[in-house]
């Protein structure tokens, strides 16, 4: 069974940064690919950014040139640096885990950029 929690989450001001990290736990390959996801109500799941186990990353058009990614493969660990926020950034942002052909979700962590 693999288990992820989030944090880092909160209420931030336009043009504010944020930290998000997500840790797994539980039987995890060292071949993975990980990422963040964001959902708003009444809209899909969408991918923000991900990261394989080698490094290799893509991104959301939306959040080029302001969010990285980045993981820590000892820790089983995924983080997303969120610079220049803007309103429309406001969502749950899920961490997500793919290996083995099996996704894993965490329980999700509030962002809202609000003035």
């Known amino acids: 069974q693999v288990h992820l929690v989030e944090s880092g989450g909160g209420l931030v001001q336009p043009g504010g940064s944020l930290r998000l990290s997500c840790a797994a736990s539980g039987s995890i390959f060292s071949d993975n690919r990980m990422g963040w996801y964001r959902q708003v109500p009444g809209k899909q799941r969408e991918l923000v950014a991900a990261?394989?186990?080698?490094?290799?990353?893509n991104y959301a058009d939306s959040v080029k040139g302001r969010f990285t990614i980045s993981r820590d493969n000892a820790k089983n660990s995924v983080y997303l640096q969120m610079n220049s926020l803007k309103t429309e950034d406001t969502a749950v942002y899920y961490c997500?885990?793919?290996?083995?052909?099996?996704?894993?979700w965490g329980q999700g962590t509030q962002v809202t950029v609000s003035s």
């Open positions: 997500n885990i793919v290996m083995n052909w099996l996704s894993y």
């Open positions: 990261i394989l186990s080698g490094g290799s990353t």
